[in-house]
């Protein structure tokens, strides 16, 4: 099993859209976690991190639950430039190693 | 502020010839420094990261070495390249702050290699 598991996509949503990412994470990655951004042929960014009691950053919101080792990504009136690839990020062991999940492609159109 | 930088942009190169990808960090001491690898349509794979100059933990077996040189130099390197290097380099740093690490990393913006 994957350490870190996401739905490849792609999600395709008009602008305005609500869309929800899932992510799901075994024992080793199991410290930290984030959510990344990636462009096309760029390097991933981070988009926020995620806490155990959920957080907000304007129209994204995370959230963590450590009994289901699951991880989501709400974004909320979603724009034309949010269109990208979002990666699932867990931290695990000392180093800040990171462990990246596969991403989910999004595309938000007109 | 800090930055990060990785050369070439860029790379094609044809199966059996060496490598040498650089990456450089400026406005900070001491980072940990890491190297990645993206195939197409994959997710990023960690292939080394350093603690310090001369200290390279090795993460997967594979065909390439790291080497640190300097405290803010970080170099991946191959003596004979397989099709199966192909795929975007990302160099990353993160930093030590007090007694907790800080978790972000912050990557450069990458070199896309392609084996011929």
């Known amino acids: 099993r994957k350490e870190v598991e996401q739905d490849p996509g792609p999600f395709n949503v008009p602008e305005g859209a609500t869309v ?3 992510c799901t994470y075994s024992n080793s990655a199991s410290q930290s976690f984030f959510w990344y951004r990636q462009d096309c042929r760029k390097e991933p960014k981070l988009l926020m991190s995620v806490y155990s009691s959920g957080n907000e950053d304007g129209r994204f919101t995370a959230q963590l639950n450590r009994a289901s080792q699951y991880i989501s990504l709400l974004i909320r009136d979603s724009k034309l430039s949010d269109s990208a690839t979002y990666l699932c990020v867990g931290l695990s062991g000392g180093y800040n190693k990171l462990i990246f999940g596969a991403g989910t492609r999004l595309a938000v159109h007109p | 502020s800090q930055t990060i930088h990785q050369w070439p942009a860029t790379l094609v190169q044809p199966v059996g010839s060496p ?3 650089e990456c450089t960090v400026e406005g ?5 420094l890491y190297w990645y ?3 197409a349509g994959r997710g990023l794979q960690l292939l080394f990261y350093s603690v310090g100059i001369g200290q390279i ?3 997967v077996p ?3 070495s790291a080497s640190r040189p300097q405290d803010r130099q970080f170099i991946l390197s191959s003596k004979k390249l397989l099709l199966s290097d192909s795929g975007f380099y ?3 740093w993160s930093v030590m702050f007090r007694r907790r690490e800080s978790p972000q990393q912050f990557f450069g913006p990458g070199t896309r290699l392609t084996v011929l």
Not at chain 2, 28 to 32: I, L, R, V
């Open chain 1, 20 to 22: 929800a990412f899932n």
């Open chain 2, 19 to 21: 490598l040498s990808l």
């Open chain 2, 28 to 32: 900070t001491s001491n980072p940990n």
């Open chain 2, 37 to 39: 690898r993206q195939a």
């Open chain 2, 57 to 59: 933990s090795s993460e």
């Open chain 2, 62 to 64: 594979q065909n390439l």
């Open chain 2, 90 to 92: 990302l160099c990353a």
